[in-house]
Structures are given as structure tokens and as C-alpha cells.
């Protein structure tokens, strides 16, 4: 019984609960009655201070804690104080009249609802000393004895007598209340212990029915099974057993069935069988990597080792080349004892294939020697996180065997492949052979035709090359990176007969005869090789005569971009530099004209730009314009808005081809503006011709 009430002490609390919820509703209407019971014996006795005020306080008290604590011990320990407050209440009313004590049972009596002899105690003990105080002061008086002054004269004897009544009525109603606890308490252990036993059988039900369904692993959703229960799991166990035992073997069974398919599926291609048969083996058994070594005699039988022909490292395949020799490592003592070597713990630096995730170190080894009729044909490896179980080393012992057979197999139809291969390859070569040459005859015959046609093709472009570079007015010289001529058109070496560069043409070095000016000409030369394009002018007297060129010298390329050499390019400027230095004198004659004025001459275009001025204006115009003017610059650029509009209009007069003169006042004297178009042969204005005199006032006005 103590078992089950421990069992189910959370929810024998909840029939507890229920009942002190009940018990709050019924004490609410009682602290009600008690409220309204004080008004009406303040309607009678006019005591209205009394019982409205001891009334609210004892009402707000307890809506107050049934707020703050509802359904707590503290909630029930008030109301059992207030039980007793609205009686003292009362008996204050009607001055210590005896019968208001008949509450004191009323009370208590109505807390039993509680079931809890703890309730009874702020009652009980708040009644007694209550009786006791009174009992006191009546015997030896106080000022507040109106209070009491229908209260009966009490001896020690009554009072005793009282105070027993009071004590056992509230000893009688604490037991009454301990008791109905345990009935309480009783009756939920007994619903509980139902409904338990209700749960069980649909459990037992269910768990029977999952196990039916071959759920074997289905849990069973009890904590406390009963008999019936554990019968059930001990047969789920049994049937578990049972199941793992088939489990095994049909493991074993299908693994023989799957590597017995890739076998007779493979069993002329040795590589492909190999890595069909771990990729396979590494999926089935979920482990995380795999390996099969085969025997390789090599050369000679002293030379045995075993090869890594195929490797898989999480489902996927790795391209690994390894040799072991017989009796070296793990392998190769597996090969040399011809027995399985199971390791639970592998060294950190013994397998060096990882996942993608990072590196982890298998936690277990298995090694497989392949043998048939006794001889070792290799060495199965395989590693995984999870330790091998007996039946994976079964299955893996079982499917050596297979493997081995398969792998003499495998390799007796390669060799005999191979010979049939290099038969054909070698009838193929020769085929292939004779119709090399036949190619390459071909071949030769149509590139002579090529050559051919490409000799008549460069003969036709340098032709046409040579028409180009010798029916031009201009002098032509390319040299290779060693100053060496490699090109000179007609017109060059016609300029060089009779003179001392007559010598020089095609294959010449370019220096050997420029005398005096060859370093000149050369850093010419090495700055078009640094890549750079020169263009300048030079007075020429290669046969004496007082000539100026023009030269342009630039770097040659070829299809890569790199320099392989310069051209030269020059063509006689005589005539224009004459013309250049006839206009450069007449410009200094024009300017002497100009300065011989003490008037500002200018002229300007049709932009209003300076194009000539002479230096009369030159220093007055900062005055006037604010700036000193420059040749290409506005005239109009220094003046303000207003000024700048009017001066605009004078010209723009002058260039619509009228001829006039303006007077501006300018501090104490007058600027005079005369304004011509200048106009060209065909009768355009193109721009103005101005002069600017400066007069004073005075000389106005005479």
C-alpha cells in the first residue's frame, strides 16, 4: 500500500486539490453569510461601526489572499482565521453575549469540508485565547467592559468547562477531518490502481498487437509491467532472438548471392571484377573502407609482392597505388600466415584514406587472406568505426574463398586476352603502317603543291609590295634589330646616286657611312627598337643642296607583337618650311608695323579670339579687361554680364560687315573703339581688325 501511494503521490494530489476547490466554494458563501449576518445585527443594535467596518476588513482580507494565493494552504489557514473573526465580530455587537460562541461550532464544522486538521487550528486557537482574554478582563476588569456588558459572570470552574468543550470539539473535528483525508486519499488509490489496470490491458493489447505485426522492437509503454505484460516481452525477447539468428544468416546468404552475380558478371576483366566486388562488399556490409591486394609474382618468383588493385573509402572509389611485400605490415602477414587478422584497435597512422568531413581513424581491422585449393591469391582488407560482428567474418571468410577462384579465373582469360590483343594490335600496326605511307606520300605530293602555291603567291604579294614602296614620292628604309638594311624603295636609292651613301642598299649596316651624325642616327634607331614613335623635321644636304625632311621612324612588329626592326619614312618639306619661315617674317614685320602705333591694334575671329595684337595692347589690356589677353583667348571672358553683352553686339556689328567707331567712358578719359571686318578673298568676314585710343575729356570737349 505504501508503494503505491509513493507510486502515485503526484496524482493522489489531484483528488486533494478537488476537494479543497470544493470546499473554497462553500466557505465563500458562508464568509458571505457571516458578512451580511454582521448588517443585519448592526440594523438591529446600532452598531454600525462595528459591523461595517470589522465587516470589510474581514471581507477584504479574504478576497485579498484569495487573489494573491487562491487554492493555497495560506488561502485556507485565513479563511479559518476569518471563521472565527466574524464571530468575535458579532459577540462585540451584542456586548459578550454568550450565544454568539454557537459560531465557534458552526465554523468549525464547516472547515471539515477541508479534510485538513491543519485548517482547524487558527479557529480553534484563535476562539481560545479569545475566551481566555474575555474571561481575564472580566475578572479583573478593564475600561472597555461596555463591550461585554451582556456577557454572564464566569468562575474558574466555567471557564475551564468551556475551555474543555472547545478543545474537545476541536480535537474530535481534527480527527474527523484526518480521517476523511484517508477515505479521500483511499479512494483515489483505488481509482488510480483502475485506471492503471485499465492502461495495462491496452497496453498488453497493443504491445501483443505490434508483436503479431512482426514489430519486434516495438516498446512496451509501461513503466510497471504486469504478469501478463512481462510474459509478453520474455516471448518478444525470444522472437528477437530468433530473428536475429535468420537475420544472420540471410545476411550471410544474400552477401554470397550479390558477390556471386559480379563475379560471373566480370570474370574476364580482372580490374573491373576487383573493383566491383569491394565497392560492393563496402556498401553491404556498411563498412567505411576497403581494399583487395593481389599476388604479383613479377619478373621472377623471388619478386612476389601484393599490389592494391582496388580500394573504396566511403562508397566511393580511390585511386591508390600500393605495394606490400609478403610478411611487411598487417597485409603482408596476413599473406604470409594465410589467416584473418581482426584488430579493435588500429594505429592512428595505418590507413591514410579520409571522407570529406576530415580525418577519423577506423576503430576496427579486418584482413582476409584469398586463397583457392590453399594458395594465397591475395588479401582482402577491410576497416570500419564499428566493431566486425562473428557473422561479418563469416561472410567475409565464405566470399574469400569465391573471390580467389574468381581472381585465377579472371586472370588465366587476361593473359589469354591480352595474347589475342597483341596479335590483332600487331596486324593492325602493320595495316596502320602501310597506310602511313600511303599518307605520306600524299602528304609530300600535296605540300609541294602548297609550296608551290605559296612561292607564286609571295612572288605575286612582294610584287605588288615593291610597285607599292616604289611609286611613292617618299624615301623608305627598313633595318632588322642590327641596323642592318633590310628594305630601301626606289626613291631612297635615287637619292643616295652620286653621293656618298651610293653604296648603300639591302643587307648594308645603316651606321657604317653616317659620318659625324652616326650616334645621332643611332639613338634615333635604339629609341624605335625601345618602341617609340619619333616623327621630326631636318635640314638635308645629302647632295649638297639646302633641303628640309620630314622623318617618321617606327618600331616594326611581328605577329607576336615583339620588335624585329624600324622603318624610316621621310618626304621633302622644302616648300611648306619655306612657306613657314615667308609667314614667320612677315609676322615679325607685321608686329614691328603694329608696335610703331601708340594705339592698341588688335585683331580678333569670329569667336572673339585674340589673334593678334601689338604690345601697346598687350599692356593696356589689363586695365580694360581686367586680365591680361593672350593669343587664343576671348576677349569677352574678363567682362562683366552687362558690359560683356554690349561689347558683344559692337562686334558682332563689325562681323556682319559693318565698319564703325565707339566711344566708351572709362574714369577720366574716353576709350575710342574702331571696328573693321576683315574679310578674304572670297568676300567673307572671318574677323575684325580694331584699334583702341585712349583720349582725355578735355581734349573731347576741345
Known sequence: MLDNEQFFGGQ??????????????????????YFVFGLVLSLVYFTWELGVVMGLVSLGIFYLVKTLAP??????????????????????????TYEMYFFYFLSVTVLLFYEDWIVLLPVVLYALATFVIVFFFDIYGWEYDEFFANAPELTYKNALLHIGIMLMYGGVCGLWARLKKKQTQEYGLTNLQMQEQLELMDTNINFADNISKGELNAQYQADRPDKLGGALMEMRESLLEAAERESKERFVNVGLASIGDILRANSDNLAELCDQVIAELVKYMKVNQGGIFILEAGDNEEDKHLELIACRAYERKKYLQKRVEIGQGLVGQAALEKKFIY?????????NITSGLGKATPNSLLLVPLQSNGDLVGVLEMASFRPFEDFDIEFLEKVAESIASSIISAKTNQATKDLLLQAREMTEQMQAQEEEMRQNMEEMQATQEEMARTQRELAAKEINFNALINNTTDSIITIDLDYNVVIMNAMQKSRYVGTQYEGLGEGSNALEMLGSVRDEWKEYYDRA????????????????????????INPVRNDKNEIIGASIFSRDISDRKRVELENHRISQVMSSLLNTSNDMLLAIDSDYNLIVSNDRFK???PEIFGSE??????????????????VRAQYDRAL?????????EMGDGVLVNRCEPIVND????????????VESKDQIAI
Request: no cysteine; hydrophobic share 40%; proline share 2%.
Open 343 to 351: 584488430l579493435k584497435e588500429v594505429p592512428a597512422d595505418y590507413v
Open 656 to 664: 556682319a560687315g559693318e565698319s564703325f567707331q565707339a566711344k566708351y
Open 619 to 621: 599692356k593696356g589690356a
Open 529 to 552: 627598337f625601345a618602341g617609340e614613335m619619333l616623327k621630326f623635321v631636318l635640314k638635308s644636304s645629302v647632295r649638297g643642296e639646302d633641303t628640309w625632311r620630314e622623318y617618321s
Open 682 to 693: 572670297e568676300g567673307h568676314v572671318y574677323g575684325i581688325g580694331i584699334l583702341i585710343h
Open 629 to 646: 589677353v593672350k593669343v587664343g583667348t576671348s576677349l569677352l571672358s574678363g567682362l562683366e554680364e552687362t558690359q560683356k553683352k554690349e
Open 71 to 96: 487554492g493555497s494552504l495560506l488561502f485556507r489557514l485565513t479563511v479559518s482565521f476569518l471563521f472565527w473573526h466574524f464571530p468575535l465580530q458579532f459577540i462585540l455587537q451584542l456586548h459578550g
Open 12 to 33: 493522489l494530489k489531484k483528488f486533494h486539490e478537488k476537494v479543497h476547490n470544493e470546499a473554497d466554494n462553500i466557505v465563500k458563501y458562508f464568509v458571505l453569510g
